[in-house]
């Protein structure tokens, strides 16, 4: 009887301690958990989760003080990638917001007087221009949040949808002629 | 002379059908009232427009240029007027439109100055940029534009120049023609090839389907520097790879060119236009193309870039009734055409109008069975089923660490699948998504750069603005101390002023490459000690 | 609409491989009934009705169109393995039962044609045997040791009501295999077993031929291009030489390796078992270690395990290992300098 709890104690102890080398030995250096939910992120800056950006988005998830399902520019796809991430259900957007095509934001040449807010107000430097000069948007840069749109004191910003053309047009997904292939 | 051959995993033989369109010459078309000329006709950069609607051209003038590196001009196909630049449908799979340029034809196809170039005396990037303004592209169905090719890079020769006329596809048959018909303007234009690349040895690879152009090339070598080499009919047998590996037993490695083995390969219609162009002078403006299929005369015929495919087909007696559809390319990797007012562009070897005697529908597919015969098949040596169940499920990750990238699409996986499980279908699909994702994290990449830099930004200029207040600040307190305590002061104060700020640079500055993986922290480390010891040496 | 290619093999489909299969199984069946008497058709006809019958059940149950799945022959495949594997004369819901398990258990719960892991057949074979022993080894007897080989009706009144007027004992007996087992048990040296008037030139007297049949019928499906070599070779050559290995240590316990390959289901599984696509791996290398690792283990069974068959059990063991033996087999794509995908 003692010795069998000697014996099962002494097994406990030896596995316990290959355990807690073998977790020191082989730990694997890890991307700190934000740095990993801010790749998933898309960018825009757009704020429209409530953080004023994708960083404080990402800390604020990493601390559980916020839903995975707060960006709409990420879409259902990236909701699906950070429960994936977090171990968590996947969930459908949440808190109203909607998903929204990509697009770009366009200035009306004619209207533009150049006061320079979008451009104090573009998160990424996407728009270029001077004081009392005509501000021009660089599409290729511009990820759409639309925070350029609410300062322009003449609302000559306007979204205008990607559109899909042959550069960007995807192969879909093959459709099947029998009702389940499974 | 008989050469060791290779021979590569897997390939099909499906019926050629090459006779349909193979027995007839090379037919012109008369001149149209109209052409549609795409600006996107190649790989790369769409070329910049040089006109506009109003304007008037000559045959062979410039209508756009090369824009960037990888891309070429476009040229009008006749004289007349630019009547609109505009999106028009275009040869596409996904039917989509295109920015294109119009031009109504003044019948007088009046020709633009057209100057030969000195191959041989000229610099050769001169050359290079003389052949990038004459528009020319690959004409095998890549269409990459093929000033880039010519070039030897740093080596300044090269191993083996191989010249696809092996077309492998069934009902294809317009480099066949062009090689019985102009097998002397082919070898000239190779000839140019070889002096361009400093080409070690020369091979023209043909399958052995068609010994007219054998003996038509054989018969027109002149001085036993090219070699022409008779290949095994086998589908994919003229893909670019796979021929490389028949003559040379080389295997192109993955994600590398073919420059990396010592080989180029062009196709033998990409050698002859190579001939207009240096020989003749004249820029890319027409090519051949097979019309076959349900035609009422089937052919080959010289087309002039722009000309709608309605108008070819109508050439060719028109399409017999029953015809369902036409395929831009072969059966194997064409696709359909949406629309036949869609032009003729560098890239179409062929039109071929479809019946449902020789194209029935697709069955119902079945689940795969495992049973492999799409691996036994697949020229890149791929398991074709696994890729399947991977696209499938959409676990992108997964196919591509299963080589996904090294399909080229031949279609013999779907062709053997006894499940008609459309394979191919679900590979372009993924490989489509794989892109958009890569494009959209490389877009979100640049945002987050762009973002923290402005960051960065708004916090140094802060900085500068409270140090310039803080040094304004210190400046009228020296005011009233003594002249040498006041340059004392003013001296420590501007030096803390600027340790501040030297402080604050360097603890903001690193703030992109904070947390970072210890792989690229240590590549950065490397880089650093590279840099210091190139320092040290400079000195 | 679909992209290209926009032509295909002709005569190639499912259907056809499978029915390539069942025709390649014709000769074996012929010398099956020469030799043992008609009891095999009723099996094999009561086997593919029940396979049919469930194969219809869950394909109505799941909502999937019936006509393509039941024309694929896969079902029909199946039902003829089992048929052949199971004694023949045996109740009728001992092949019902089998069945089950075969079509709704091994292939359908799997979420059927193509996503079982585990070949149907030799999992019906296992559930059976492991549930009711005593009619498993109660096989035809040849004609040649028979009192009395039961006619085709005779046969079914057997299969139906248990015959009655016939006793079990004049019409089965043991097989080869079995035989082997329980005189091995007994201490009884190789050269006095193999006198036994059971026992053929090589393998069982009459089963051999059938096996040989088998052979023949696997040569007609390698030639045709059903299957490729490697299965089967690496599945013989892996009997053979455990076989020949154990028989090397002690010729008077364990028989030779021409034994091993002509009794049981050592050609059938060679050609037909282990070569199903679906639970087989499919790399060239990985064939062949799954098949020689199958063929191993069938030797090791038999000569240590408590059934005289292991054909059935290795094909099982080896169907779990197929995933990792295809991930470390993958063949060098084109253009790369090293397979496997871990």
Same mark, same amino acid.
Request: include cysteine.
């Given at each position: 009887m003692f010795s069998a709890i000697l014996v099962m104690a002494g097994i406990g102890l030896v596995l316990g301690g290959v355990l807690g080398w073998a977790s020191i030995k082989y730990r694997v250096a890890d991307d700190p958990l934000v740095e990993k939910i801010d790749a998933i992120?898309?960018?825009?800056?757009?704020?429209?989760?409530?953080?004023?950006?994708c960083k404080p988005y990402a800390e604020a998830i990493a601390k559980g003080d916020?839903?995975?399902?707060?960006c709409p520019p990420g879409g259902e796809e990236g909701t699906k990638r950070l429960a994936e991430l977090l171990g968590v259900e996947a969930k459908p957007l949440g808190g109203g917001l909607e998903p929204k095509p990509k697009s770009v934001a366009v200035i009306d040449d004619h209207t533009?007087?150049?006061?320079t807010l979008c451009i104090q107000a573009c998160p990424v430097d996407a728009i270029v221009g001077a004081a009392k000069q005509l501000h021009v948007i660089v599409a290729s840069q511009?990820?759409?949040?639309?925070?350029?749109?609410?300062?322009c004191p003449v609302d000559c910003i306007h979204m205008e949808v990607v559109k899909e053309d042959v550069a960007n047009w995807k192969w879909r997904y093959p459709i099947h002629t029998m009702r389940r292939v499974a | 002379m008989n050469r060791k051959l290779y021979s590569f995993n897997g390939g099909i033989h499906p019926e050629?059908?090459?006779d349909v369109s193979s027995t007839t010459a090379i037919r012109s078309m008369p001149l149209l009232a109209r052409y549609v000329v795409p *600006?996107?006709?190649?790989?790369g950069t769409p070329a910049r427009i040089l006109v506009r609607a109003g304007d008037t051209v000559l045959r062979?003038?410039?209508?756009a240029a090369a824009e960037g590196y990888v891309s070429t001009a476009v040229h009008a196909?006749?004289?007349?007027? &630019?009547i609109a630049v505009e999106a028009r449908p275009v040869?596409?799979? $996904?039917g989509l439109y295109d920015l294109c340029v119009v031009i109504e034809s003044d019948g007088l196809d009046q020709a633009a100055e057209f100057l030969p170039m000195d191959w041989k005396a000229l610099d050769p990037s001169a050359l290079r940029n003389r052949l990038r303004d004459a528009g020319l592209?690959?004409?095998?169905?890549?269409?990459?534009?093929?000033y880039i090719k010519l070039n030897p890079g740093a080596?300044?020769?090269?191993d083996t120049l191989i010249l696809n006329?092996? %077309?492998? %596809?069934?009902?294809?048959t317009c480099d066949d023609r062009l090689m019985r018909e102009r097998a002397g303007e082919i070898l000239q234009g190779v000839a140019v090839m070889r002096h361009m690349l400093g080409a070690r040895q020369v091979l023209i690879g043909i399958e052995d389907n068609k010994p007219e152009a054998l003996a038509a090339l054989r018969a027109a070598v &002149?001085?036993?520097?090219v070699e022409i080499v008779a290949v095994p009919?086998?589908?994919?047998?003229?893909?670019g790879k796979q021929l490389t590996y028949t003559l040379t037993g080389r295997e192109n490695p993955?994600?590398?060119? $073919?420059t990396d083995i010592g080989v180029q390969v062009f196709n033998v219609g990409t050698a002859h236009a190579l001939y207009r162009a240096v020989?003749?002078?004249?820029?890319?403006l027409s090519r051949i193309v097979t019309v076959t299929g349900h035609v009422a005369r089937p052919g080959n015929f010289e087309v002039? *870039?722009?000309?709608?495919v309605r108008d070819l087909i109508d050439a060719a007696g028109g399409a017999l009734a029953g015809a369902s559809g036409e395929v831009?390319?072969?059966?194997?990797m064409g696709f359909d055409l949406e629309d036949r007012s869609a032009p003729i562009t560098k890239a179409v070897n062929c039109i071929l109008v479809k019946d449902r005697a020789h194209f029935p529908e697709r069955p119902p597919a079945l689940p795969?069975?495992?049973?492999?015969a799409c691996a036994r098949a697949c020229p890149a040596r791929l398991q074709p089923f696994e890729l399947y169940w991977f696209s499938r499920a959409k676990d992108f990750g997964k196919a591509q660490a299963y080589?996904?990238?090294?399909?080229?699409?031949?279609g013999c996986c779907s062709f053997v699948c006894p499940s008609h499980i459309p394979l191919v279908d679900f590979f372009r699909f993924a490989k489509s998504e794989i892109w958009e994702r890569e494009q959209h994290k490389s877009g979100a990449d640049q945002a987050r750069a762009r973002h923290e830099f402005k960051e960065f930004r708004l916090e140094r200029e802060k900085q500068e603005k409270s140090e310039k207040l803080a040094a304004k600040v210190a400046e009228n307190r020296a005011k009233d101390a003594p002249a040498d305590l006041q340059a004392q002061a003013k001296h420590a104060i501007l030096q803390a002023a600027m340790e501040r700020a030297m402080k604050t640079r360097e603890g903001i500055a690193p703030r992109n490459t904070e947390h970072l993986p210890p792989a690229v922290e240590q590549e950065i480390a490397a880089i650093e000690a590279r840099r210091h010891a190139a320092e040290a040496t400079d000195h | 609409m679909n992209g290209s290619p926009y032509i295909l093999s002709e005569r190639n489909s499912v259907t056809v491989v499978m029915l390539k299969v069942l025709a390649a199984l014709v000769p074996g069946i012929i010398a099956h009934t020469w030799l043992f008497g008609p009891g095999i058709l009723v099996s094999l006809l009561l086997c593919g009705a029940f396979a049919i019958g469930f194969e219809a059940f869950i394909l109505l149950m799941r909502g999937i169109p019936l006509k393509p799945f039941l024309s694929d022959g896969s079902v029909l495949v199946t039902a003829a393995l089992l048929a052949l594997a199971l004694p023949t004369l045996a109740p009728w819901w001992l092949y019902l039962t089998g069945m089950f398990f075969a079509v709704?258990?091994?292939k359908q719960l799997y979420g059927g044609l193509g996503q079982n892991l585990f070949n149907p057949a030799m999992v019906a074979y296992a559930a059976l045997i492991v549930s009711f022993p005593v009619y498993m080894t109660q096989w035809a007897a040849p004609q040649y040791l028979a009192n009395h080989t039961p006619t085709l009706l005779e046969a079914f009144d057997l299969v139906f009501s248990?015959?009655?007027?016939?006793?079990?004992d004049a019409y089965t007996s043991a097989t080869v295999l079995d035989t082997w087992k329980t005189q091995a048990r007994l201490g009884k040296a190789v050269a006095e077993i193999r006198g036994?008037?059971?026992?053929?030139?090589?393998?069982?007297?009459g089963s051999e031929i059938v096996a040989l049949m088998y052979l023949g019928g696997g040569l007609l499906l390698l030639w045709n291009r059903v299957i490729t070599w490697h299965i089967p070779v690496a599945f013989l050559v892996g009997i053979a030489a455990t076989a020949g290995v154990l028989h090397g240590i002690e010729p008077t316990r364990h028989a030779d390796a021409l034994f091993h390959l002509l009794s049981g289901a050592a050609l059938l599984g060679a050609f037909f078992i282990a070569t199903d696509p679906v639970t087989a791996a499919s790399t060239p290398r990985g064939k062949l270690i799954y098949a020689a690792l199958a063929g191993f283990l069938t030797v090791i069974i038999r000569t240590?395990?408590?059934?005289?068959?292991g054909v059935a059990f290795a094909i099982l063991l080896t169907n779990v290992a197929v995933p990792f033996i295809d991930a470390y087999t993958q063949p060098r794509v084109f253009g790369h300098r090293n397979g496997g995908k871990t």
């Open positions: 992120l898309p960018q825009t800056q757009c704020g429209q989760c409530g953080f004023p950006g916020a839903d995975i399902n707060l533009c007087i150049g006061c511009c990820t759409g949040c639309e925070l350029c749109l609410p300062p | 050629g059908h090459k *600006l996107r006709q190649h790989i062979g003038q410039p209508i196909p006749t004289s007349g007027r &630019v040869p596409h799979p $996904s592209a690959g004409l095998g169905g890549a269409v990459f534009p093929s080596a300044r020769s090269l006329g092996a %077309e492998c %596809e069934p009902w294809i &002149v001085d036993g520097e009919t086998v589908y994919p047998g003229g893909a993955a994600g590398a060119r $073919s020989i003749l002078g004249e820029p890319l002039r *870039l722009g000309t709608p831009v390319g072969g059966p194997m795969c069975i495992r049973c492999g080589d996904l990238f090294d399909c080229i699409e031949c | 709704v258990i091994a248990g015959g009655g007027s016939i006793s079990p036994l008037p059971i026992f053929g030139w090589a393998g069982g007297r240590f395990g408590g059934y005289p068959d």
